[in-house]
């Protein structure tokens, strides 16, 4: 069954314990970057088995082969997001456990393709929202840019050594994405030479109407086919129509205005099928960690986003929902959105104004890993 919960208590939680936050004061600037992934330590959150038990089909699937790190053709450079539970303008520049397990629960899987990289970033924290979206938080949102932008130089410039990149990216983490990658790849043609592709999931993408390029960016165009790479691959989710949301929609999208991307009439936000670009249009599952997500905000809403149901879970480091959807495109009421349709039920809530969000990822995961490797394999075959 699916629900929809009242808008305006959790607009009303959300603002009041934003208008707490707002009186809290921000650290200053970190010297150097924390990385929450990094091939340099050792059993962190991105470095997940991929064994994994899927209660559609009553099957698991052993752990393949461990891949060196020297295997691994391209490097991820990972962007978590909203998911801390300060009561702050910022949160602090160290691992808390719900910054852990949203690594695992998105990056983890795509070890297998790339050395992942997941830096620390002093992002706005979920109750800080609302007034950002208010416009009054604009030292916070640059206070955690500067962060995602030490740490890309860096990694620039002790760690990529020329390789390939593939950006990884949700929610927060994508708007900062955005902004990076138009002050980076989009400027410097050289650069773009060693983008593998750009995951920027459920953060409100844009590009010029019915262009795949034009808003965001100038030169990386959305993805459009199977294994094509140095392009992007965006979409937010939702399971309800009419969809009422702050994802899908240009001309009210207060994320981006916050941010200072592009926004407004005249721009469309992208929606790339990853059933077209992965070359498997089968229906998908939720996969996700089977360890228990951390206790705040996020685990709460991914608890309602299920319920009555628990998270899936097994016994094996992954597990994948019984329940299976198909999605497509649609362009609708200004809304531009990845709809998902279940063909085995299962509950699936949308959280207000957020629609499907926390599952955006997770939905299909495993053809975003394919994509991922699709892209790597014809990245290294042009050079």
Request: glycine share 8%; with cysteine; charged share 15%.
């Amino acid at each position: 069954m699916r629900r929809r919960a009242k808008a305006t208590l959790l607009s009303l939680v959300l603002v009041a314990g934003g208008l707490v936050a707002a009186g809290t004061a921000t650290a200053q600037p970190a010297p150097t970057t924390t990385w929450l992934c990094n091939p340099d330590i050792a059993n962190d959150p991105c470095d997940l088995p991929g064994d994994t038990t899927d209660l559609g089909t009553n099957s698991t699937t052993p752990a393949p082969a461990a891949v060196p790190d020297s295997g691994k053709p391209i490097d991820c450079f990972y962007l978590y997001p909203t998911v801390t539970n300060d009561v702050a303008l910022n949160a602090p520049g160290y691992a808390t456990p719900e910054v852990a397990s949203i690594a695992s629960f998105q990056a983890a899987r795509f070890n297998t393709q790339c050395r992942v990289f997941a830096p620390i970033y002093r992002q706005t924290p979920l109750l800080m929202l609302p007034p950002a979206l208010l416009g009054a938080a604009g030292p916070s949102i640059d206070l955690a840019y500067a962060d995602v932008r030490a740490a890309w130089d860096n990694y620039m410039a002790t760690e990529n050594n020329g390789r390939g990149v593939l950006l990884v990216g949700h929610s927060q983490g994508t708007f900062m994405l955005r902004k990076l990658m138009r002050e980076t790849f989009d400027r410097d043609a050289a650069l773009r030479t060693q983008l593998v592709g750009a995951f920027l999931m459920g953060g409100n993408v844009e590009t010029a109407r019915g262009s795949t390029t034009g808003g965001d960016f100038q030169n990386i165009p959305l993805c459009t086919e199977r294994a094509q790479f140095g392009c992007v691959v965006a979409y937010s989710t939702n399971t309800l129509r009419p969809p009422l949301s702050t994802f899908g929609n240009a001309n009210i999208d207060l994320w981006s205005q916050r941010w200072g991307l592009p926004s407004g009439p005249g721009y469309q936000v992208a929606c790339t099928d990853p059933a077209k670009l992965s070359g498997d249009n089968r229906p998908v599952g939720v996969t996700v960690p089977s360890a228990p997500f951390a206790f705040g905000i996020i685990s709460i809403l991914l608890n309602y986003t299920t319920a009555p149901e628990a998270l899936p879970t097994s016994k094996s480091t992954w597990t994948t929902s019984r329940g299976r959807v198909v999605g497509s495109c649609i362009d609708t009421g200004g809304y531009n959105q990845y709809h998902l349709q279940f063909v085995v039920p299962q509950p699936l809530n949308e959280v207000p104004l957020l629609d499907s969000h926390l599952i955006d990822m997770n939905a299909g995961l495993d053809r975003l890993v394919s994509i991922a490797g699709q892209q790597a394999t014809a990245w290294q075959s042009a050079r």
